[in-house]
T-cell receptor
């Protein structure tokens, strides 16, 4: 399994929409997460696809056809500036069985 | 405890020395993960423990790396004969189960000089 976050850095202005891209490769039914790391803080869970919830204005929809789990927010705020990691959890019975992370996207919200 | 605790917070070691990094997971969490975080490399999976099952060691980069988890709780990541490329932040996380939320420690910043 693999997680791809194509953008290392994404810079948008405050109030603009944000979309952080995440694509995964896995043939079965994955469980997907977004984790966030604010400056000088621990990595923490932002949201997971099975909850179908909006956290801090962020949403993410699992698109199995496109194997994507993009993170979106309609109006960015300065406090959203952070590193965002997309993560995939699978169970492959004898193979890798843990959380696989993408390389992360550094989101900068400009005032 | 209040959360996942890692020690030491920072470690500077000379090339060729062995180091041990410790992780105290949240009490009751059966799953424990080790990751390495390097600039530009994101989070690299190292090893995963789940209950009494054999650990998934598929992410360990070389045989210089090993980890154990005693009594299903505390875990130690050992790096033997450290190299400069081992310099990174080593993160530990624990969760109640595989697909549940993983809680991360603050990390150990390892610098090999």
């Amino acid at each position: 399994q693999r997680v791809t976050q194509p953008e290392k850095l994404l810079s948008v202005f405050k109030g603009a929409p944000v979309e952080l891209k995440c694509n995964y490769s896995y043939s079965g039914s994955p469980e997907l997460f977004w984790y966030v790391q604010y400056s000088r803080q621990r990595l923490q869970l932002l949201l997971r696809h099975i909850s179908r919830e909006s956290i801090k204005g962020f949403t993410a929809d699992l698109n199995k056809g496109e194997t994507s789990f993009h993170l979106k927010k309609p109006f960015a705020q300065e406090e959203d500036s952070a590193m965002y990691y997309c993560a995939l959890s699978v169970e492959s019975g004898g193979g890798a069985d843990g959380l696989t992370f993408g390389k992360g996207t550094h989101l900068i919200i400009q005032p | 405890g209040a959360g996942v605790s890692q020690s030491p917070s920072n470690k500077v070691t000379e090339k060729g020395k062995d180091v041990e990094l410790r992780c105290d997971p949240i009490s009751g969490h059966t799953a424990l993960y080790w990751y390495r975080q390097s600039l530009g490399q994101g989070l690299e999976f190292l090893i995963y423990f789940q209950g009494n099952s054999a650990p998934d060691k598929s992410g360990l980069p070389s045989d210089r790396f090993s980890a154990e988890r005693t009594g299903g709780s505390v875990s130690t990541l050992t790096i033997q004969r450290t190299q400069q490329e081992d310099s990174a932040v080593y993160l530990c996380a624990s969760s109640l189960a595989r697909a549940r939320e993983a809680f991360f420690g603050q990390g150990t910043r390892l610098t090999v000089v």
